[in-house]
């Protein structure tokens, strides 16, 4: 059993990672998936949420890179595999989609973001 869905879908102090500009930038995620959950059928708002996740995907693994990042490979993979899935994802976003971006983001930050607190 993965973590708790927070409702409303909003980030909150438990997905603290202690980077200013990820956990900036988790927010702008959870207020994609958010918005999308909110107009299912809007492409305007999957493709927000697509190009947000891109974007931090990208600065978050740079910042991994830089460091030397033991767990890198495995963790782009996963981002990666999020984002093939998100793009084949079709409008309106079902019920069991919506849960499962929710779901991935909320598990990928504490299983897997938070592996690297304190070492980028």
């Not at 999308?36 to 991994?64: I, W």
């Not at 495995?74 to 971006?101: I, R, T």
Request: hydrophobic share 30%; with cysteine.
């Amino acid at each position: 059993m993965g973590e708790k869905i927070p409702e409303p879908f909003r980030w909150d102090e438990s997905f603290r990672t202690f980077y200013q500009n990820i956990d900036d930038e988790h927010k702008t995620l959870f207020d994609g998936i958010f918005d999308l959950c909110r107009e299912p059928g809007s492409q305007a708002a999957k493709d927000t949420l697509y190009k947000r996740c891109v974007d931090h995907f990208t600065n978050e693994e740079g910042m991994m890179q830089k460091a030397n990042y033991a767990n890198y490979p495995p963790h782009k993979a996963a981002h990666e595999k999020f984002l093939s899935d998100l793009k084949g994802v079709a409008l309106p976003v079902s019920a069991d989609q919506q849960h499962w971006a929710k779901d991935w983001l909320v598990n990928h930050i504490k299983g897997t973001d938070f592996k690297y607190k304190g070492q980028l």
